[in-house]
């Protein structure tokens, strides 16, 4: 089973296993917007306590089952919750996928920790390719996946729902780092 590391630490990020009691701070930056959560998979949270429940379930996953690995990204200067990065890992493959507040977008700090983490990911031996797709309309997100280190590989048609947007399945650029 993939074992990541429980916290890591990048120039001006500290990534940390996300307690239950987190939920609160990352409610507040990045999971009760709308406008964040626009190209996701999951609504903007109305309520604390679903976060609450998300985190408990992930933690169950370190703990146990390694299903899905999530780290809370802090500012190191402030401590300040910036977003959430998580993989998923299915044999030789892991997916990833982040997010962060509006108020930190634009300053490279999402790159710098996916950057961070494809590397560590694809530097595993038993891992082969280190994915993750956005929505076709978020070019920014393609864009840090490139500068992060993988590749553009093409356009899955109608792979994901965006519930924020609508029922509809959407259009996703893929990029993957492989060895
Ligand atoms: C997408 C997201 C992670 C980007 O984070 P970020 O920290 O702002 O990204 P960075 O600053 O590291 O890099 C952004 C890059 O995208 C570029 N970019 C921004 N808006 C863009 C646009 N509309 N079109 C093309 N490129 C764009 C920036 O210019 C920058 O590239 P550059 O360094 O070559 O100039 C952040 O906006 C976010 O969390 N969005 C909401 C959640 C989300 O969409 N997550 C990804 C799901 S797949």
Same mark, same amino acid.
């Given at each position: +089973?993939?074992? /990541?590391?429980?916290?890591?630490?990048?120039?001006?990020?500290?990534?940390?296993?996300?307690?239950?009691? #987190?939920?609160?701070?990352?409610?507040?930056?990045?999971?009760?917007? /709308?406008?964040?959560?626009?190209?996701?998979? $999951? %609504?903007?949270? #109305?309520?604390?306590? /679903?976060?609450?429940?998300?985190?408990?379930?992930?933690? @169950? #996953?370190?703990?146990?089952?390694?299903? &899905?690995?999530? $780290?809370?990204?802090?500012?190191? @200067?402030?401590?300040?919750?910036?977003?959430?990065?998580?993989?998923?890992? #299915?044999?030789? %493959?892991?997916?990833?996928?982040?997010?962060?507040?509006? %108020?930190? $977008?634009?300053?490279?700090?999402?790159?710098?920790?996916?950057? &961070?983490?494809?590397?560590?990911?694809?530097?595993?031996? @038993?891992?082969?390719?280190?994915?993750?797709?956005?929505?076709?309309?978020?070019?920014?997100?393609?864009?840090? +996946?490139? %500068?992060? *280190? +993988?590749?553009?590989? *093409?356009?899955?048609?109608?792979? &994901?729902?965006?519930?924020?947007?609508? /029922?509809?399945?959407?259009?996703?650029?893929?990029?993957?780092?492989?060895?």
């Amino acid at each position: +089973m993939l074992r /990541p590391p429980e916290t890591f630490t990048t120039n001006r990020l500290t990534a940390q296993r996300p307690r239950v009691e #987190d939920a609160a701070a990352a409610f507040a930056a990045y999971a009760n917007d /709308p406008e964040v959560t626009r190209y996701l998979s $999951w %609504k903007a949270y #109305d309520r604390v306590e /679903p976060l609450a429940d998300f985190f408990r379930a992930r933690q @169950e #996953d370190w703990e146990k089952t390694g299903l &899905h690995f999530t $780290w809370l990204l802090r500012l190191r @200067e402030t401590q300040e919750v910036v977003g959430l990065i998580g993989c998923i890992p #299915d044999g030789g %493959k892991v997916t990833l996928g982040y997010v962060l507040g509006k %108020k930190f $977008w634009g300053r490279g700090l999402a790159t710098e920790v996916l950057r &961070h983490l494809v590397a560590w990911l694809i530097a595993q031996p @038993e891992i082969f390719r280190v994915w993750a797709y956005c929505d076709v309309e978020n070019p920014a997100s393609a864009r840090v +996946m490139e %500068k992060a *280190g +993988m590749t553009r590989e *093409g356009i899955l048609r109608r792979w &994901h729902v965006c519930p924020t947007i609508g /029922p509809s399945l959407r259009d996703c650029t893929v990029c993957a780092r492989v060895k």
